[in-house]
């Protein structure tokens, strides 16, 4: 009797040893998922209690939904969001540029995403420009229900023709005024970047030690996961899974341009939402380009804006276009499936994709 | 048979404390290690989130279609010997159901539209977030 309750004792206390074994390997990792600016944004948080991490991540978010009603560029037509998207403060702008050519006030908020934007598009040499949001609409881009069955060539000659440009834009005493009634302001390519920099001054001005931050694809890093750096996977603009993955490390962010984000077809051919300004046409040479940013104050919106320009250069010019906004760290795929890649990019990542680990169909290139 | 009983039963009453201690250590040890280090790519679950919730984790061990109601309408999630995909989706472009299979932990596809999101979960997530 006494060898039996001994034996159950042993199994008890086996039970309970691996019980705390289990709990011992669930970390403190808090996970949100939700969806703002029209794209799925995920945070991780490693390291806070639950409780407080779901309190910072909320607030996040509600800041985000906040800088949308503000930025968003076009309306949603879903229903419950009719009341809140009506009319955000770009699109008053909008409307005054093709209407009244008179100054618009405008938030101290607006005023500096703009006069950021603006240097950025000019550094670019135009090739990053938030200006072109009527070509943006021919394409109709500008709704959740995108693509065209006709694709209107008259107009978008006339609309390159106009040649909408931040250069026609001035800043100052709290007001914007456009000397081009052709510029219609998207903020697309840009606001997400800002919100991605707006979350880590946030999560650091809390103390928060680690954290990841994903917005629609775009990923910025706080510390780690734990003793290993926070890893992310690469996107395969033709498959479902990761192409490659990387380590990214604190104060590092990463983005990606891909003609599979936002397309239709026609005719059997892809149209993708990134247009080039001087042709009017999306851009057909490229499936993807990635850029890592290193840590810098903007660096969030860096890794939005960056991409763009050399995924609208042709391949001859896409290493200038990198320069402009000094970008050291990127990746291109082209039509053919074939990888462009800076040798300092290179040593970052780690290929999951078998071609591509033997170097076939890769090319290197000193940034 | 029954003289093969009654040995196994003697042995039994001659296992002592220390005997059955060792031996649920041993089990408790290959359980661990079994947990540990028993890893495959491919994932063993599926879980879908609605909106900012989960709404349900599934184990891919099964065939079941799963009807969900989103944002703008009903998405139909199969699941299949392993896998899982969008079979149907009330939205315009069809991009969650043109992902087709996926099968390794890991991968993952949205609905932006209808707000509904798959993500495969296995033993060892290959990474912590997918930039796209």
Known sequence: ??????????????????????????????????????????????????????????????????????????????????????????????????????????????????????????????????????????????????????????????????????????????????????????????AKGYALDLAVQFLRAQQVQHALINIGGNIIAIGQHGSKPWRVGIQHPRQPAAIATLDLHDGWAIGTSGDYQRYFMLDGKRYCHIIDPRTGYPVQHTQAVTVLIPPQPHAGVLSDVASKPIFIETEDKKSHAAELLGITHYMVIDQNANVLITKNMAQKIEWLDEKFKRNAHVKFITP | MSNLLHRSKAIYQQLRIGDWLIITFSLAIIFLLFQTLWTTERATKVQVRLSDKIYGTYSLNQNRDISIQGVIGTSVISIAQGKVRFSKSPCHNQYCVHQGWLVRAGQAAICLPNQVSLELIGENKPYDSLNY
């Open chain 1, 1 to 190: 009797m006494r060898k039996k309750s001994l034996l159950t004792l042993a199994i008890l206390a086996l039970m309970a040893i691996t019980a705390i074994a289990i709990n011992a390997n669930k970390e403190p990792l808090y996970h949100a998922q939700s969806y703002v600016f029209g794209t799925l944004v995920d945070i991780s948080i490693y390291g806070e209690s639950d409780a407080h991490a779901s309190a910072l991540a909320n607030q996040i978010l509600q800041d985000f939904q906040q800088l949308h009603h503000q930025l968003h560029a076009w309306k949603n037509n879903l229903g419950h969001q009719t009341r809140q998207d009506s009319a955000s403060e770009l699109i008053r702008v909008n409307t005054a540029f093709s209407t009244s050519h008179q100054p618009v006030k405008i938030s101290p908020l607006l005023t500096k995403l703009l006069s950021d934007a603006q240097a950025l598009s000019i550094r670019s040499e135009g090739l990053f420009n938030p200006a072109i949001g009527h070509l943006i609409s021919t394409w109709g881009f500008q709704q959740d229900n995108f693509g065209v069955s006709k694709i209107d060539a008259e107009q978008i000659q006339a609309l390159v023709k106009a040649n909408p440009s931040m250069s026609d834009i001035s800043l100052q005493n709290g007001e914007v005024y456009s000397k081009n009634p052709w510029i219609k302001l998207d903020l697309g390519g840009y």
